[in-house]
């Protein structure tokens, strides 16, 4: 039995254990390109700290600042704190960094701010005017391939009702939102790019499976309501059912 914390954790851990190798490849050209090397990570909403702490084994020499909010899972983030990794519990909105970074993340966090005009102005303080920021959210385009997912019928409509709240406009979706929103704020998009991962490997058909048991019961709690369980057993045990899960990212540099 997992509280929902604990599935909350599982959940953040089985995203970066998904994405991060594809994430690396996709952004590694820009921390290592330019005319400053990335040396200092910010990750604004860090959450359990996973995706900062492989960042930080990746580039052991970077100096790796998390900041997280939440204190339920700023706890599982602490646990990670090592040389150059630090996590502090806070707001963003209450954090000012003593030196600008070289590259802030914001992944899968975006779409919980309350104000992102107020996040784009902080955030150009944070930064140097070399510094890269990446943006990494979910693909709603595929949300929507994901309702029509006739063997998870539960799954996907969860999945659309934690996700609903957190959008803020009808008319953009969330990529779009915030190509607009940075550009208004004095930012250049270097690099838009949509990308995602099939349940084609049987390595890959386990994480989510379990990924989807994570989102189950960080809203229900465990164990799951036994009708969404067995739902997900049947999708687990029919190879031929498949599922998509779509990320994008923007990378983005202030303008001259
Ligand atoms: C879905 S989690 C993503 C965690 C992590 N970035 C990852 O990729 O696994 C989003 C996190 O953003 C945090 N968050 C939301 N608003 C925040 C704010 N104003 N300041 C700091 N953290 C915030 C939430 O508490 C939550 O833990």
Same mark, same amino acid.
């Given at each position: ?52 702490? %492989? ?28 040389? *150059? #990794?630090?996590?502090?519990? =806070? ?29 784009? *102005? ?5 930064? *140097?005017? *070399? ?34 709240? #957190?959008?803020?406009? %009808? ?44 989102? =189950? ?40």
């Amino acid at each position: 039995m997992q509280t929902k914390e604990q599935c909350f954790d599982s959940m953040l851990t089985l995203t970066a254990d998904l994405f991060f190798s594809i994430e690396n490849d996709l952004f590694k050209p820009y921390y290592e390109s330019g005319p400053n090397e990335v040396k200092s990570v910010l990750d604004v909403g860090c959450g359990n700290g996973t995706y900062l702490s %492989r960042l930080s084994d990746q580039f052991p020499m970077w100096r790796c600042t998390g900041i997280e909010m939440d204190d339920r899972i700023f706890r599982y983030a602490q646990l990670k704190a090592a040389d *150059h #990794l630090t996590f502090i519990h =806070t707001p963003y909105e209450n954090y000012q960094s003593a030196e600008p970074f070289d590259c802030v993340i914001i992944r899968l966090a975006a779409a919980h701010l309350q104000d992102r005009t107020h996040f784009m *102005h902080w955030l150009r303080h944070q930064l *140097h005017p *070399h510094s890269i920021v990446i943006l990494i959210d979910v693909e709603e385009s595929l949300q929507l391939s994901l309702k029509q997912s006739e063997n998870l019928p539960l799954f996907s409509e969860l999945y659309q009702t934690m996700r609903k709240p #957190l959008r803020a406009s %009808r008319l953009l979706s969330l990529k779009d939102s915030l190509l607009l929103e940075s550009e208004f704020a004095g930012f250049n998009p270097l690099k838009a790019v949509s990308y995602s991962i099939n349940a084609d490997s049987t390595k890959t058909r386990k994480q989510m499976y379990d990924y989807m048991q994570a989102v =189950t019961g960080a809203y229900y709690g465990s164990p799951l309501p036994p009708k969404r369980q067995a739902e997900l057993n049947e999708w687990y045990n029919n190879e031929a059912a498949s599922f998509e899960v779509g990320l994008f990212g923007l990378v983005l540099g202030l303008k001259a």
